[in-house]
C-alpha cells in the first residue's frame, strides 16, 4: 500500500491510522494498479467517462460501508444487551443463594467504594451453574463477612452519634443557659465534652442498652465542674507554650492568668476545628461543620509566642504610660479609647484610611502587619507621633465623627457569633458585624439581632 495522487477521483480510499501514512488516504496497492493500467489505456476523450463511472463505483461502495458499519453497530449492541442480561442473571442468581444464607441485609447495605455487581466473580457473562456456585462460594462469602462487618460497624457509629447528640444538646443548653452567658469565659468543644469521663462512660456502654436523655441526667450537675477542670488544663497547656521557668509554682488559677495576661476569650480556629476528609460513615452530625471541616478537642499544638506582637504591646503599653509587667488585656480594654495610626500617610498617599479608628486588639495586628520591620522602633512609639489616642469622651470630639469612629470601631476591633447558631451545623467563625448582620438576615429574618448575636472580644 501506498499513496499517490495521480487520479485519487479513480480509486476508494480510506485515511491511514499507521505510521509513515498517518492521516493520509490511502488506497489498495493492487487495485491502484490495475486502475492505473486502464486509465493509461484509455484516449484523453475517455478519461472523464472512467472517472465519472468510477465515482459512481465509489459511491455504491460508500454506501455499501455504511449500511455494513449500520450492521456491524446493531450487532454489537445486541451482543452487549445479552452478555449484560447474562451478568444481571448471573447477579440474580447469586443474590438468591447469598439470602438463603441470610446475608439479605447485608446485600442491601452495601455502599460505595464497595459493590457488590462490580464484583469479578458476580460481573462475569456466563449462567450460574451449581458447579460454578461451588467455585466461587467461597470468596463471594468472604467478601459478604467483610460487608456484614461494615455494616454493623456502621450501625455501632450510628448508635454511638445517637448518644453523642444527646450529650451535645446538654452541653448546648449550658452554654446557652446563664452559666453559659454572658460569653466571658471559654467553654470546651463538644468533643472535649464527648472525653469528659462521666460522658464517655455512657457513650461506650454496649449496644444492648439504652441511653437516653434520663440516662445523663447524672451528668448535668457536673457540668460546671467540668469545665472548670478542663479550664485548669488549657491553662496549664498555656502557661508551657508561654515558658515559664516552674509552672507548678503557680497554684491559683489568679497566678495563672496574671503570669499569662490573656485576655478572658479564646477560640482561635485552629484550636477548635480540624480538617474534615468526611472518612466517618455515617459523620457525627453534632460536629460537623458546613466549611468542610470538623470540630475537635481544644488542642494548643497549633499556638505559639508572637514574639513581635509582645514586643508591640510591650511598647504600646509604655507609651500609655502604664507599666507592661502589669497590664493586662482587660486593663487595656478597660481605658475606653480608640486609636487611630498616623504612620499610614506616605507623601499624600495613605495606606491606611485616616478617618479608621480601632480598639487596642485592632491597632496592635495593624501595627505588626504594616509598620513593625524595626522591633527597636517598636519599643518607643509615641503618642500623637506614631498614632493619635482618641478618648471615649463626647465633649472631646465632633459628635457626628464620633458615631463613625464608634461604626468603624465596632468593624476593627470585635468579632460576632451567631448565639442561635452555636455548637450547630451552621455555626460560623467569629466575625466583622457586617458580616454577622448578612448572617442572621439570611438563617434568621424573623429572629430581633440581639438575640442571634453575641460578641467575642
Excluded at 170 to 177: A, E, F, W
Excluded at 208 to 227: G, M
Aim: with cysteine; charged share 30%.
Amino acid at each position: 500500500m501506498y499513496q499517490d495522487y495521480t487520479f485519487p477521483a479513480c480509486l476508494p480510499t480510506r485515511r491511514s491510522s499507521r505510521k509513515p501514512f498517518k492521516g493520509d488516504k490511502i488506497s489498495l496497492c493492487r487495485e491502484y494498479e490495475q486502475v492505473k493500467s486502464h486509465y493509461v489505456s484509455l484516449t484523453p476523450d475517455q478519461h472523464k467517462t472512467y472517472r465519472e463511472e468510477r465515482k459512481a463505483f465509489i459511491a455504491e461502495i460508500a454506501k455499501h460501508v455504511q449500511i455494513g458499519e449500520a450492521w456491524q453497530k446493531q450487532r454489537t449492541r445486541n451482543r452487549e444487551g445479552e452478555l449484560e442480561q447474562l451478568r444481571v442473571d448471573r447477579a440474580k442468581a447469586i443474590s438468591k443463594k447469598l439470602v438463603d444464607f441470610g446475608y439479605e441485609q447485608d446485600l442491601e447495605s452495601i455502599k460505595a467504594p464497595d459493590s457488590f455487581h462490580e464484583h469479578r466473580l458476580v460481573r462475569q457473562p456466563r449462567a450460574l451453574t451449581e458447579k460454578g456456585w461451588s467455585n466461587i462460594s467461597r470468596d463471594i462469602i468472604e467478601f459478604m463477612e467483610k460487608m456484614r462487618s461494615k455494616r454493623l460497624d456502621r450501625e455501632h457509629i450510628a448508635l454511638i452519634n445517637s448518644r453523642k447528640a444527646i450529650a451535645a444538646s446538654l452541653l448546648r443548653t449550658y452554654k446557652l443557659s446563664s452559666s453559659g452567658m454572658p460569653y466571658t469565659n471559654i467553654l470546651p468543644t463538644i468533643v472535649d465534652f464527648y472525653n469528659f469521663g462521666p460522658v464517655k462512660d455512657l457513650l461506650e456502654l454496649p449496644d444492648q442498652f439504652i441511653v437516653d436523655e434520663p440516662r445523663f441526667a447524672p451528668v448535668i450537675p457536673q457540668i460546671d465542674a467540668f469545665c472548670q477542670t478542663w479550664r485548669e488544663r488549657i491553662h496549664g497547656e498555656l502557661i508551657q507554650i508561654a515558658g515559664h521557668p516552674d509552672p507548678s509554682s503557680l497554684q491559683t488559677m489568679v497566678q495563672k492568668a496574671a503570669f499569662l495576661k490573656l485576655a478572658r476569650i479564646l477560640a482561635h480556629r485552629c484550636s477548635v476545628t480540624e480538617w474534615d476528609p468526611h472518612e466517618d460513615d455515617p459523620p457525627d452530625e453534632a460536629i460537623s461543620l458546613w466549611d468542610m471541616r470538623k470540630r475537635c478537642a481544644w488542642t494548643a499544638k497549633h499556638l505559639s509566642l508572637h514574639n513581635k506582637a509582645d514586643v508591640v504591646v510591650s511598647g504600646f503599653i509604655k507609651a500609655l504610660d502604664r507599666n507592661p509587667e502589669q497590664t493586662t488585656g482587660d486593663d487595656l480594654g478597660n481605658l475606653e479609647q480608640f486609636y487611630r495610626c498616623l504612620l499610614c500617610e506616605h507623601g499624600g498617599f495613605f495606606l491606611m484610611s485616616p478617618t479608621v479608628v480601632s480598639g487596642w486588639h485592632a491597632f496592635v495586628n495593624h501595627y505588626c502587619d504594616e509598620h513593625a520591620f524595626d522591633l527597636g522602633s517598636c519599643l518607643t512609639l509615641t503618642p500623637d507621633k506614631d498614632f493619635q489616642v482618641i478618648p471615649i469622651d463626647h465633649e472631646s470630639i465632633d459628635p457626628k465623627r464620633w458615631d463613625s469612629y464608634q461604626q468603624k470601631m465596632e468593624f476593627s476591633d470585635f468579632r460576632w457569633r451567631c448565639l442561635r447558631c452555636r455548637d450547630l451545623y451552621s455555626e460560623t467563625e467569629p466575625c466583622h458585624l457586617p458580616g454577622i448582620k448578612m448572617h442572621y438576615r439570611s438563617k434568621h429574618p424573623d429572629i430581633d439581632d440581639d438575640v442571634v448575636m453575641f460578641k467575642v472580644t
